[in-house]
C-alpha cells in the first residue's frame, strides 16, 4: 500500500465493511459513490476527466458507458489519494493518522453494545489513543454511549445553537 492511501478504506476494509457486496462492473456514478465511501472527494465528472486526460483507462459495453471494474476503481482511488482529493472525514484521520476501517469497526462494535442507541457517532463519545507514527502505528480510536448527563449537555447545545440561528435569520 502507497502512503498516500495511508488515510483512505482500502478495497478489502471496504468490501468487508459494507455488504452486501457490490456489484461489478459500476457505472460511472456508482464508482464515484464507491469512492466517497472510501473517503475520497469524487464525482462523476472527476471520474470523467481522469479518463479523458488518460490517467484511468476505462472499458465499455457495446452502448457506450462506462465499465468500473475494482481494478480501475483502485487506480482512481490511488490517483485522487495522491493528489489529495479527501473528504472531510478522511481529512480528520490524516490529521490524526487514524485507520478509518478501525474508526468504524470500533463505532460499530459500541452501537452492538448499546443497541438503544442508532449507529450514529452523535450518540458516542469518541476518544482517540494517540499511536506512534514515526513507526507507522496508527492512533486507536474507542466509542462509548454518552452519558444521561453529556446526552443533556450536548442537546442543550444543539438546542441553544438552533435558537441562535433562528434570531440571526430573524434581523
Partial sequence: MR???????????YEALYWPPDEYPKNTLAAAEEL????LQAKSATLDYLVAKGIVPV???DFGHRQWGKREIDEAAEY???SQCFTPGTWKHVMEDSDPAQDLRALREAAAKAPHLP????????TLMPGAAGLGIYATVHYRPMTEEENAAWRAKVEQARKEREASHVR
Avoid at 502512503?3 to 476494509?13: C, F
Avoid at 466517497?36 to 473517503?39: F, H, I, L
Fill in 59 to 61: 472499458p465499455m459495453d
Fill in 80 to 82: 485522487l489519494a495522491g
Fill in 119 to 126: 449507529i450514529n457517532p452523535d450518540y458516542f463519545v469518541r
Fill in 3 to 13: 502512503q498516500t492511501m495511508r488515510h483512505v478504506l482500502k478495497r478489502e476494509d
Fill in 36 to 39: 466517497k465511501t472510501r473517503g
